[in-house]
């Protein structure tokens, strides 16, 4: 039954889209056509830029899904590394594939000479955001055959794996860098989270509850459908940029302390809350000052109108993962008292503000000892495989386009140009 739009004199109809999780859409391809008219959508509140078969979200019921598994389920019983071949590949692995495309990542164990270099010239408190995306950028200079408008199936698996591993590999020197310490070469025996902690930090025997802690962190990370940062990957994939300038932007819009940065903004907030020894009552009355310019940061988000599914289980693994390791953290107090205030709080209550994916997450990668600067870098490796799940599908959409949202015009209409001496 499609929608009836009556506009002036004019009634049109509109189709309407049914996804096949029963999202419904009204497809306006042809507004403009037929009416002369545009839709108005700041910040895209409630428009759906494209159709897609890789990750459903249910906002209002706290549902996640990767190709129609619940993140539950491939967080429990999967890796990061076959959850990446799921997004990519639309299906989970045969044995084979997978131990292929784990081989394939794990060539990929070192950066062209000028890359290294490169990492070396940052200030050693440049953020290592800014590190990996300049020369996630710069890589391109050094793989001409990928730099072509229409990558060949072949070479799409190439780059897909071949930024997997050297993704990992900058990270982990970009850190190096920053201790001021000599890099590590990557060790092809380790699995991909040992083998970046055995970066990081030069020891081998890497305990399996850290790694399987952090590959965890991954596998929740791997793709969240139109964020921001994926969208910035479909629009500067769309125009047919080089997927290392693409995986750049994303890197670059990741980065924000609305989206990916949060990660480090919450524990940055955590901490503040911690050492200015004004409780959370305190902190949380602040966040309701309109004026104070606060927020409680890993709190609300543009879809979860309930529980971010990602917030639950990385907070049981948190008690795991600390008592495991016997760390205690009263960061982790502070972010559960925290929690217990504002989720009965009528402000959060009735903006319908629940922790999300980076409520906890740091205080995870804090106790694995990574530093908080690096926490978005994590998130970085986390979701590069849904970034390029999501270039490959547009890329091979048929027909696709180059992005390009339309606006309205609200300026100045009529001037006249003036000489300089009569302004
Ligand atoms: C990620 O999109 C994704 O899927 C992202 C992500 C992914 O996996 O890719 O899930 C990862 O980015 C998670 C979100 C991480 N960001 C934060 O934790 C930063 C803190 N949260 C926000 O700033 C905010 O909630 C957003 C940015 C996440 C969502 O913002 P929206 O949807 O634009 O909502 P809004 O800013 O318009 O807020 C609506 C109301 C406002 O109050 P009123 O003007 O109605 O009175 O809620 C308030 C906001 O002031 N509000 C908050 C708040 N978040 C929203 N108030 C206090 N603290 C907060 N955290």
Redesign the pocket.
């Known amino acids: 039954m499609p929608a009836k739009l009556i506009l002036e004199d004019k009634t049109i109809e509109l189709p309407i889209f049914v996804g096949t999780e029963g999202e419904k859409a009204v497809d306006v391809t042809k507004l403009r056509a037929e009416t002369g008219y545009v839709t108005l959508d700041s910040?895209y509140?409630d428009t759906g830029a494209c159709t897609s078969a890789i990750t459903f979200?249910d906002g209002e019921q706290g549902i996640l899904k990767y190709r129609g598994y619940s993140i539950e389920e491939i967080a429990e019983k999967s890796n990061f590394i076959e959850a990446s071949y799921l997004v990519i590949h639309g299906r989970l692995p045969k044995e084979d594939e997978l131990k292929k495309f784990q081989a394939k990542i794990a060539s990929y164990d070192d950066v062209p000479q000028g890359i290294k270099e490169m990492i070396k010239i940052f200030p050693k408190d440049a953020h290592p955001m800014g590190i990996l995306s300049s020369n996630m950028s710069a890589l391109s200079a050094y793989y001409p055959d990928l730099l072509v408008q229409d990558l060949s199936p072949e070479q799409k698996e190439t780059v897909m794996a071949q930024l997997m591993g050297q993704l990992k590999v900058m990270a982990a020197y970009a850190y190096r860098h920053q201790q001021g310490k000599e890099y590590i070469k990557s060790d092809k025996n380790l699995d991909y989270c040992s083998d970046f902690i055995y970066m990081m930090t030069g020891n081998k025997n890497v305990d399996k509850e850290v790694a399987k802690a952090l590959d965890i962190l991954l596998v929740l990370?791997v793709d969240?459908?139109q964020?921001?940062?994926?969208s910035t990957v479909r629009m500067v994939g769309s125009s047919k940029a080089n997927m290392f300038a693409t995986i750049s932007a994303g890197i670059d819009a990741l980065w924000g302390?609305?989206?990916?940065g949060?990660n480090q903004?919450?524990l940055e907030m955590l901490e503040e809350i911690k050492d200015s020894g004004k409780g959370y009552k305190d902190f949380l009355a602040e966040?309701?000052d309109?004026n104070s310019g606060?927020?409680?940061?890993?709190?609300?988000?543009?879809?979860?109108k309930n529980f971010?599914p990602?917030a639950k289980i990385i907070k049981v693994a948190c008690d795991s993962v600390l008592a495991k390791l016997g760390v205690q953290d009263p960061l982790l107090d502070i972010a559960k008292g925290l929690e217990e205030v504002a989720l009965k709080d009528e402000?959060?209550v009735s903006?319908k503000?629940y922790p999300?994916?980076?409520?906890y997450s740091g205080i995870i990668y804090r106790a694995l000892g990574i530093p908080t600067n690096m926490f978005t870098v994590m998130f970085a490796m986390g979701?590069l495989p849904g970034w390029m799940a999501q270039w490959k599908e547009m890329v091979e959409q048929p027909g696709f386009k180059i992005c390009r949202p339309r606006q309205i015009y609200v300026g100045e209409t009529t001037n006249k140009y003036k000489d300089i001496k009569s302004r």
Do not use: I, Q, W
Not at 257 to 260: D, I, M, T
Not at 294 to 302: C, D, I, K, N
């Open positions: 910040g509140m979200l990370h969240h459908e964020n921001c940062s994926t302390p609305l989206h990916g949060a903004a919450v966040v309701k309109k606060s927020r409680l940061m890993g709190f609300g988000h543009r879809v979860y971010d990602r402000y959060f903006r503000l999300n994916v980076d409520f979701r």
